[in-house]
C-alpha cells in the first residue's frame, strides 16, 4: 500500500537552506510554492520512518509557510489548534533535522509544547483551545504596550466544540487585535466555494476596499441612521455568497472563504489582514493529506500512520499464535451485542467513533448512534438528557477528554443519580501521544463523586463482564481500560454479572498481600509468584470491596496496591481510608503513577520508566519492606540499649 512513499530521504536543496523562519522570509515570494513541494515530500518521508500525525498536517503546508513568511515569529504569537497539524511547523522551526525522532522516547512531541521550541507558544493536545490563548496573549500585548501581531490557526473540527465560540465572543467584546484562521478541512461549514464568492472575498481582503469600509465608517457616523443602512446592505450582500453572518454577528471582520493551497492568495490576505485594527478571521478551505492521494481519500484512515517498515519475506510459522484483540474492540463487539438485546440502548461519542471501536455499531444502529464531534460536555449531558427519559446511554470517551466534562458528569449525571454508562478509553499511559492524551487521573477525579462507581478490568474478558455488569446497574458507572491490546485472555461465550464491589483472590501467599486495580495483573502476578505475596484483584476501584480488604487484613502483615493511575486520589488511597476509618493499623504501600507528567515514547518504555513493570513493582515493595526491617532494628536497639546500661550498673555496685 505504501510502496510510493520514498524510503530514501528525497533532495531538498531550497528545504535545505530553511533551518528558520527568519531564513525563510530572505526568500522570494515566487519560491514558495517550490518550498511547499519540498516541505510536503520531506513530511511524506519522516512520517513514514517515525509514524506520527499525518494527513492534517498536509493540508496546512501553505498556510505554515505562509505564516512564518508574513508574521514575526517567534516575537509575534502564532497559535496552533489540535496539535495534528504542526509538523510543518516544526520543520520549519528549527527542528527538521529532529524530525525522525518525533513521538519517540525522548524524542520531540507530536504536539506543540512551549518547553520545546519558542515557536511554540501555547501547549496543545486536546482542541479548541487556540482562540482563548491568542486572545489571553493579544490581551497581555496591550497591558505590557508590546507592539506584535496575534494569530489563532482553528480546524480539523475543533470549531465545534462550545469553547472556540466563547472565545470568539470575548474576543469581539474586547476588540483585541487578533486574526483567527479558520482550517476548514471538511467543508463543515460552507461549500460555497464558486467563483463570485472567490470574486467577493478577493475585494473584502483589498486594501482599496478596507480603506473604502474604514473611511466610510468616520463619514457616515456624522450622518443619522446612514451607518445602521450601510452596514446593513454590506451584511445581505455577503450573507449572499458567504458564511459571513455568522461571524460578522459576532463581531469579527470576516474574509473568505478562500482556497488554502494558493499560497500568493493567503500571503497577500493574511498581510493586509493584519493592518486591521481588532477581530478578524480568514476562513480558508484545504484539503486534509493534501499532496497524497490515498490521504485526499481517506482522511480520516490517514489522520495518522504507522512506521513504515522494509517489506521482508514472509516467514512461515509451523502454528499461527492467536491474535490479540485491542480492548476497543472488546468494547465495540460488546456494545453491538448489548444494542441487539436493549432496544433502549443508545451510544454516544464526542468525535470519537473510529478510535473507540464504534465503526461496526455506527453502521448497524445508525439512529441510536450519536457522535456529537468535539463537545464533550454536550456528549454527557446529552447522556443525562437521554437518561431522564428512559433511554439508556453508554457514552465512549478518551479519559483524558473526559477531564474537560468533569462538572457534567457530577452535575448533571450523578447529582441526580442518572442511569449513564461511561466507557473510559486509553485510561493510564497511551504512549506516542504523551502527557496531553495520558488517562493517569480518571479514578482519582471520579471516586470522590457521590453515586458513581468505577470498574477496572484486568483483561480483554474481564472488561467484556465488568462493561455487561455496568451497564446493568442502576445508576452512573464508569468502565476503564487502556489503548490497545491485554494479555490475550479468551472472551467466555456468555457474559456474567459481576457483583459490584467484588473481587477475587487469585494467589494465597504470606506476610505481603498485592490488591491489583487494573490491567498491570500479569506484572503484579510474577511479582507475587516470585516473593509468595498473596494477591487479588480487586476489579472495582469504587466500591471497595471490603469485605476482602478485612479478610487479608487478618492474615497479612503488609497492603501494596497496584494501579496504573494517578498515585494522589487513586484506588490506592481509598483502600488507605478505609483502612484508618475500620481503624485496622496495617502498613500499605500505594504503586501507581508518581506526581508527574510522562512524556511520549512506547507505553511498556514507560511503564518501565515509571516502575510500574514486574521488576520495577518488586524493587518499590523490596526497598519499601527493607525500610520497615530497619526501623524495627532500630527500634529494638533503642529498647535494649537502657535494659543493658541498667545490667551493668547493677554488676558494678554489686
Known sequence: MFDHIPLQRPDTPLLDTVNSPAELRKLNEKQLPQLAQELRAFMLYTVGQSGGHFGAGLGVVELTIALHYVLNTPNDKLVWDVGHQSYPHKI?????????????????????????????TFGVGHSSTSISAALGMALAAETLERKLKTVAVIGDGAMTAG???EALNHAAHTRSDMLVVLNDNNMSISKNVGGLATYFSRIWASKTYMALREGGKRVLTKIPHARDFARKTEEHMKGMVSPATLFEELGLYYVGPIDGHDLHRLVHDIRNLLQIKGPKLLHIITCKGKGFGPAEADPVGYHALNKIEPKAPPVVAATEPAKKIK????????????????????????????????????KRFPNRFHDVAIAEQHAVTLAAGLACDGVKSVVAIYSTFLQRAYDQVIHDTALQNLDVTFAIDRAGLVGED??????????????????????TPSDENECRQLLFSAYNHPGPAAVRYPRGTGSGTAIQSADAEFLVG??????????????NFGVLLPEALKVAERNHYSLCDMRWAKPLDEALIRKMAQQHQYFVTIEENAISGGAGSGVMEFLACEAIAKPLLPIGL???????????????????DSSGIEQKISHWLNQFEMQALAQDLNTTAPLKDIRSLKRSSS
Open 92 to 120: 520549519l522551526t528549527e527542528r527538521r533535522e529532529a524530525m525522525l525522532s518525533i513521538r519517540q522516547f525522548e524524542g520531540l512531541s507530536g504536539f506543540p509544547k512551549r518547553s520545546e521550541s519558542p515557536y511554540d
Open 434 to 455: 504523551g502527557p496531553t492524551h495520558a488517562g493517569s487521573f480518571d479514578i482519582s477525579f471520579m471516586r470522590c463523586v457521590p453515586n458513581m462507581i468505577i470498574a
Open 594 to 612: 508518581p506526581d508527574r507528567n510522562f512524556e511520549h515514547g512506547k507505553r511498556q518504555q514507560l511503564l518501565s520508566f515509571a516502575g510500574l
Open 163 to 165: 469553547m472556540a465560540f
Open 502 to 515: 467484588k473481587g477475587r483472590q487469585l494467589i494465597a501467599g504470606e506476610k505481603v498481600c498485592l490488591l
Open 327 to 362: 480492548f476497543q474492540q472488546v468494547f465495540g463487539d460488546w456494545l453491538c451485542d448489548a444494542a441487539e438485546q436493549d432496544p433502549n440502548l443508545v451510544a454516544i461519542t464526542p468525535a470519537m467513533c473510529e478510535g473507540s471501536g464504534m465503526v461496526e455499531f455506527a
